[in-house]
């Protein structure tokens, strides 16, 4: 299975979080790749100049691809597909990940419930 980590997701797993289950632990290990979007970058960028998170995005990507995560970059398809999801959710971020999850096909790990409603390759855990 491939999965692609939503950014609260890659957060948790990064700092081995105890709001990420033994379960979703699981799922990520056996997984046959997992994928970083370059939009989780931007955004904990963009959180990190606001003060509202203490991270570098170099450090996060730098620690995401030790632990052997693949990089997702945006691509015309992607951008091609958020335009043709509905307006369920008003997260910019988020609604790029689910269109890259649709696009490749993968499935998006997240913790945001309301995402669900976009597709069935999204996972809540």
Do not use: C, N
């Amino acid at each position: 299975m491939k999965l692609l980590l939503d950014t609260h997701i890659l957060l948790w797993v990064m700092r081995e979080a105890d709001e990420l289950s033994a379960a979703a632990r699981t799922m990520i290990e056996r997984a046959e790749e997992v994928h970083v979007s370059s939009v989780s970058l931007w955004e904990v960028a963009i959180k990190a100049a606001a003060g509202k998170l203490p991270l570098a995005p170099a450090a996060l990507e730098a620690a995401a691809l030790r632990a052997g995560f693949r990089p997702l970059a945006v691509t015309w398809t992607h951008a091609l597909a958020l335009h043709g999801l509905p307006l369920l959710h008003r997260d910019p971020f988020d609604r790029m990940l689910v269109a890259q999850a649709v696009s490749e096909p993968m499935h998006l790990i997240t913790h945001d419930a309301a995402l669900a409603r976009y597709s069935p390759l999204v996972t809540v855990i």
